[in-house]
């Protein structure tokens, strides 16, 4: 095993949360076996679907851009706090949604490279102007 740095896991996060406005994802390093749980409901079922899930499904084209996340490392997880804002409007007003999620990207690896393993979301959507 080869040590990963938390400045690389971050940067594999952070190409998560961009992914999410962009809807590019090819280059988020997933696991194989990537999962993703969203309050409790698992939304992701491999790397490859949550890669095909952030390209082109609907429930990821609405979203419109991402704020900057605020990181935090502990042991092998990544916690990013952040905003987004989708596209649609809902009487006059945009929908958005604070983002709390968790990602564990071990800080070691077989490769040396870090590689999301299983996401965790938890998500408050908001009206603003």
């Known amino acids: ?3 990963v740095s938390d400045a690389d896991r971050i940067a594999a996060a952070r190409a998560y949360i961009e992914a999410l406005a962009s809807h590019r994802a090819d280059a988020v390093p997933f696991a194989p076996d990537c999962t993703r749980t969203e309050v409790g409901i698992k939304t992701g079922f491999s790397g490859n679907h949550l890669r095909r899930s952030l390209n082109g499904g609907l429930q990821y084209r609405v ?3 991402v704020s900057d996340p605020e990181f935090t490392v502990l042991g092998d997880t990544v916690r990013a706090r952040f905003q987004l804002s ?3 409007t809902l009487f006059g ?3 958005g949604a604070r983002v709390d999620e968790t990602f564990l990207i ?3 690896s077989p490769s040396g490279q870090p590689r999301i393993h299983h996401i965790r979301a ?3 959507p908001f009206l603003t102007r």
């Open 106 to 108: 071990p800080a070691d």
């Open 63 to 65: 979203i419109e851009s």
């Open 93 to 95: 007003r945009k929908v």
């Open 1 to 3: 095993m080869a040590p």
């Open 122 to 124: 938890s998500i408050r």
């Open 86 to 88: 989708t596209k649609p």
